[in-house]
């Protein structure tokens, strides 16, 4: 079936980087675009960016701009967030999702299971 | 970038009850607006894309309205496995925001 499927949870201290990956598979992985979405607990759902597998072109919320960087490897039809200079505020779920158009309409149909990142000293 | 804003944050409903909760845009977004569920633990969930297309496998229990700066995801008859918090979601323009989310709870 139609699945992404992420990484493991991760501890890291202040200051350093996290990457997390996103595995697809029951699709053809440079077909849709791939987002990252976070949620820090009990918060909302914060839009981080998108990667278009196929080309490699991304878009950046302002925010994360100059700290994150999304990439993938085809080859294993998989997508990759990294994030540098952690601070707590990072701490949270992160989340990988597929886009689908429909028209020009854009949502996210298909997500993964989440990857818990803590950043503490 | 756009603001989106739901309402009522928190909202408690009985089994059969018929709920609606509502989203505002802070512009026109014309229809670029989804509805998402998230249950605790869990991913966010599709509900509703284009303000009113039903996804693939979600109940008719569930719909969306509204255009411009304002919409509404309404529940029919609320069952046991709708107890969630939800989210809007506008696909007008990056960043693609979401709303504060609305918890539903059982009353």
């Known amino acids: 079936q139609v699945q992404l499927v992420q990484s493991g949870a991760e501890v890291k201290k202040p200051g350093a980087s996290v990457k997390v990956s996103c595995k697809a598979s029951g699709y053809t992985f440079t077909s849709y675009d791939i987002n990252w979405v976070r949620q820090a607990t009990g918060q909302g759902l914060e839009w981080m960016g998108w990667m278009n597998p196929n080309s490699g072109n991304t878009g950046y919320a302002q925010k994360f701009q100059g700290r994150v960087t999304m990439t993938r490897n085809t080859s294993i039809s998989t997508a990759y967030m990294e994030l540098s200079s952690l601070r707590s505020e990072d701490t949270a779920v992160y989340y990988c999702a597929r886009t689908i158009i429909r028209g020009d309409e854009v949502a996210f149909d298909i997500w993964g299971q989440g990857t818990m990142v803590t950043v503490s000293s | 970038d756009i603001q989106m804003t739901q309402s009522p944050s928190s909202l408690s409903a009985s089994v059969g009850d018929r709920v609606t909760i509502t989203c505002r845009a802070s512009q026109s977004i014309s229809s670029y607006l989804n509805w998402y569920q998230q249950k605790p633990g869990k991913a966010p969930k599709l509900l509703i894309y284009a303000a009113s297309s039903l996804q693939s496998g979600v109940p008719s229990r569930f719909s969306g309205s509204g255009s411009g700066t304002d919409f509404t995801l309404t529940i029919s008859s609320l069952q046991p496995e709708d107890f969630a918090t939800y989210y809007c979601?506008?696909?007008?323009?990056?960043?693609w925001g979401f709303g504060q989310g609305t918890r539903l709870e059982i009353k």
């Open positions: 979601q506008q696909s007008y323009s990056t960043p």
